[in-house]
């Protein structure tokens, strides 16, 4: 992982947006819906920052509005029957990423090593860097992106503080089962380490897959914090509202971290979120219902343009194999794509160690990643553009 440029270098997600723009591509590249969220609650929203009643604008409290965190609570309840204490069970933080970034600060000791599967989201090699520990990592690999439990178990030792877990996956999709999240809990407790499960996809799954929270299985409670954020489940990425869930003691040590990041963020959004929380008014399931046609449409146009597509169980992601198409790297094909063929799309390289990046064999260097969470229109003209270009 270079460190230096970590520090420096945009992320691959604003790099490929800030391309696409200059170039006019349509950008298929970073995640983000083209719909807004809910009206009812930027209603919500709106009213708390303008009326002079509700959670105003000053500094709420830095664990979150205590409505936010009953409503988290109630959320867990109501969809996956978790018992939390909202007081010291739920955090808020500003957006999932500043989980994942208190998550790792607290847990992954300088000088230990945390293990992940590949490809992964971005920010956990940075955090990892930056909190100076050494990134080990498992591929998942095509076409089913399964984990290799056995081979995670091989890369865990008593060096390992932390395994970072992201059911459902990003960039893949795959939504990991009870019994696989089961045992990636139970090679934790061996190791002493905390698994720290990034689950923001946890509403958009599809068919058949369910969702499991590290929470709900056996012995998680002692080692494992959660993750989620309202941006992917009720599509507002813009919000940065989200929450780290877990045992008191291990959300506690998140917290201690988290004060010292944000400390706090916008009471209004927080108070919005909440009334989603409680009750999302059938929106997670038209949204699925959207994003499930939106993934059939790219699926096929991605076939037709001659690119080997694998079909996600879940999320708002597709990829593609180009190697049928290209001799070139898909980071290489990836820039072609924006200046020629006028689409923007994520080469799963960059979610890789250099390690991999360096190895020929890989097939994760031949993987784009494309973003399906547009307007149908949008992905239909960028589908034909890639027809004709490829
Ligand atoms: N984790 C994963 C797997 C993601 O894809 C994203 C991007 N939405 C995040 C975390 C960051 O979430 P947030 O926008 O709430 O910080
Ligand atoms: N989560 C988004 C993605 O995976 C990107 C978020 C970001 O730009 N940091 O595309």
């Given at each position: 992982?270079?460190?230096?440029?970590?520090?420096?270098?945009?992320?691959?997600?604003?790099?490929?947006?800030?391309?696409?723009?200059?170039?006019?591509?349509?950008?298929?590249?970073?995640?983000?819906?083209?719909?807004?969220?809910?009206?009812?609650?930027?209603?919500?929203?709106?009213?708390?920052?303008?009326?002079e009643?509700?959670?105003?604008?000053?500094?709420?409290?830095?664990?979150?509005?205590?409505?936010?965190?009953?409503?988290?609570?109630?959320h867990?309840?109501?969809?996956?029957?978790?018992?939390?204490?909202?007081?010291?069970?739920?955090?808020?933080?500003?957006?999932?990423?500043?989980?994942?970034?208190?998550?790792?600060?607290a847990?992954?000791?300088?000088?230990?090593?945390?293990?992940?599967?590949?490809?992964?989201?971005?920010?956990?090699g940075?955090?990892?860097?930056?909190?100076g520990?050494?990134?080990?990592?498992?591929?998942?690999?095509?076409?089913?992106?399964?984990?290799?439990?056995?081979a995670?178990?091989?890369?865990?030792?008593?060096?390992?503080?932390?395994?970072?877990?992201?059911?459902?996956?990003?960039?893949?999709?795959?939504?990991?089962?009870?019994?696989?999240?089961?045992?990636?809990?139970?090679?934790?407790?061996?190791a002493?380490?905390?698994?720290?499960?990034?689950?923001?996809?946890?509403?958009?799954?599809?068919?058949?897959?369910?969702?499991?929270?590290?929470?709900?299985?056996?012995?998680?409670?002692?080692?494992?914090?959660?993750?989620?954020?309202?941006?992917?489940?009720?599509?507002?990425?813009?919000?940065?509202?989200?929450?780290?869930?877990?045992?008191?003691?291990?959300?506690?040590?998140?917290?201690?971290?988290?004060?010292?990041?944000?400390?706090?963020?916008?009471?209004?959004?927080?108070?919005?979120?909440?009334?989603?929380?409680?009750?999302?008014?059938?929106?997670?399931?038209?949204?699925?219902?959207?994003?499930?046609?939106?993934?059939?449409?790219?699926?096929a146009?991605?076939?037709?343009?001659?690119?080997?597509?694998?079909?996600?169980?879940?999320?708002?992601?597709?990829?593609?194999?180009?190697?049928?198409?290209?001799?070139?790297?898909?980071?290489?094909?990836?820039?072609?794509?924006?200046?020629?063929?006028?689409?923007?799309?994520?080469?799963?390289?960059?979610?890789?160690?250099?390690?991999?990046?360096?190895?020929?064999?890989?097939?994760?260097?031949?993987?784009?990643?494309?973003?399906?969470?547009?307007?149908?229109?949008?992905?239909?003209?960028?589908?034909?553009?890639?027809?004709?270009?490829?």
């Open positions: 992982y270079d460190h230096a440029a970590a520090r420096v270098l945009p992320t691959v997600y604003e790099r490929t947006t800030a391309a696409s723009q200059a170039a006019g591509a349509i950008n298929l590249g970073q995640g983000f819906p083209d719909a807004e969220g809910p009206h009812w609650m930027r209603q919500t929203a709106a009213a708390a920052i303008t009326s009643v509700g959670p105003t604008n000053q500094y709420p409290p830095g664990i979150g509005l205590p409505a936010f965190r009953e409503a988290v609570a109630e867990q309840q109501m969809h996956y029957g978790l018992t939390l204490d909202p007081q010291q069970q739920v955090l808020f933080t500003t957006g999932a990423t500043e989980g994942i970034a208190a998550s790792i600060l847990f992954a000791d300088p000088g230990s090593e945390v293990v992940t599967f590949e490809p992964w989201y971005d920010s956990y940075a955090m990892v860097a930056l909190a520990a050494a990134l080990h990592t498992v591929p998942l690999t095509a076409p089913n992106f399964r984990p290799d439990v056995a995670l178990r091989a890369q865990v030792s008593d060096r390992t503080s932390m395994i970072l877990l992201n059911s459902p996956h990003n960039p893949t999709g795959t939504v990991f089962t009870a019994e696989e999240i089961t045992e990636i809990v139970e090679i934790a407790r061996e002493g380490a905390v698994v720290m499960s990034d689950e923001v996809y946890e509403h958009l799954v599809f068919d058949e897959s369910v969702h499991t929270p590290v929470l709900s299985v056996p012995g998680a409670e002692e080692v494992a914090v959660a993750v989620s954020s309202v941006g992917k489940s009720f599509s507002m990425t813009g919000w940065k509202v989200g929450w780290v869930t877990g045992s008191a003691e291990l959300v506690n040590r998140v917290r201690g971290v988290k004060q010292f990041l944000s400390y706090t963020s916008a009471p209004a959004y927080q108070w919005a979120t909440a009334e989603g929380l409680r009750d999302d008014r059938g929106f997670f399931a038209a949204n699925q219902v959207q994003l499930e046609n939106s993934r059939e449409l790219v699926m146009g991605l076939e037709a343009a001659g690119l080997r597509a694998y079909r996600p169980a879940a999320g708002y992601f597709v990829l593609a194999d180009v190697s049928a198409v290209t001799a070139k790297s898909a980071a290489d094909y990836a820039a072609e794509l924006i200046q020629h063929a006028g689409v923007g799309a994520i080469p799963v390289s960059t979610l890789t160690l250099p390690s991999t990046q360096r190895d020929a064999a890989s097939e994760l260097n031949h993987l784009l990643r494309f973003a399906f969470c547009k307007d149908e229109q949008v992905l239909e003209r960028a589908m034909s553009r890639l027809g004709q270009w490829i």
